[in-house]
Every structure is written in C-alpha cells, then in structure tokens.
C-alpha cells in the first residue's frame, strides 16, 4: 500500500481504539445500583459520574473514524467495478455493510447510555419504587462494536484501494483460439516471363 494508505489506516485504528478504551473507561464509571440513596421523601440521590463525558466522547471518536474512512475510500454503490464477481470486490462490499451495522448500534448505545447515566442530585423514583440506573454491558457493548465497526471499515478501505483487474479471462475467447480453422501456408508466386515476339517469328520461319 502506499504511503498516505499506512497513515489513514493507523489514524482510523487509533481512533477505534480511542473509542473503544473510551466506552470501557465509561462502563467502569458508570452509575451503579450501590452508588443511589434513596430518600425519605421519595427520591433517589444519585452521584456525580464521569460516564456521560467518556461516552460522548467515544461516541464523538468513532462517527470521526467512520466518516474518513468512507470521505477517502468512497461509498461502494458510486463506484464502478469491471468485474463485480472479483474476491476484492465481494470483501469489500460485506465489510462496508457490516461497518455500518456495526457503527449504528455502537453509536446508539453510546449516546443513550451517556444520555441515561446523564442524572444528578435528586430524582423522582420510577413506578413508586425504583431508582433508575444504566443496565450493565451498554457502553462495554459498544466499545466492541466500536472496534469492531473501524476493523471492518478498514478492510473495506484496504480492499476499494487494491488495483482492479480491468481484463478478466473470458473462457470463450480461448475456445475460439482452438476451434478455429488451420490456416494453410500462402503459396509462391511466379513471376511473368516475357518473351520477344522474334524469338517466336524466327522458329516458323527458318
């Protein structure tokens, strides 16, 4: 690969892994059922946490990451490949769908769990009795799909970037090659000789 290709892909991978260590790091900080006090008025105290930054932020890295790999390797239905069958071709079209899967539920469960663990200070139980509180595995889910998502759109930017086979091997041009006719070689031509029309008049007449 050349050498702007090394250089977008280890930047797109540092992002992933940006996001990725960023949606551990919010998973661990998150708010947990031990850290809400309920009160004698009926509501629940909950702590400061720095969840809702970190997620924000890794959900901030990976739409960055997402959006160079698809500015610099382009989007696969406005590109126009000779021969669609092609190994390339196919790795790249089921990675470029799989990142976007991959992107959209990591992003979802980024933002929503940042925006969930975004409560402070006294807050109204819910349904009477009950405190609510970021489920376990929402940013950890995330930070793999993250990874995951930039792993695969760099699969795809790698393969969009590969040469392309123009002239693919079409059996039916060989086939025309051997069942064609045996040419036969051309023959000599002989060249005129002409004669005076003495040497005729003096055979006749001696």
Known sequence: MEKNAVLICAFVGFLGLLSSAL??????TRIK???????SLGQCSYPKSPALALGLLAAVALMIAQAIINTVAGCICCKKYPNPSDTNWTIGLI?????????????VLLLSGAALNNQWGQERMYFGEYCYVVKAGVFSGGAVLSLASVALGIVYYVS?????????????QSQGITMGHPQTPPQPQMNPVFV???????????
């Open 196 to 206: 005076h029309e003495d040497t005729y008049n003096r055979q006749q007449f001696p």
């Open 95 to 107: 990675s470029f769908i799989a990142s976007w899967i991959t992107f959209i539920i990591a992003f």
């Open 23 to 28: 949606g551990f790091a919010a998973e661990a």
């Open 160 to 172: 969009a970037s590969l040469p392309k086979n123009t002239q693919p091997w079409n059996p039916q």
């Open 33 to 39: 059922v031990s850290d809400v006090q309920r009160t």
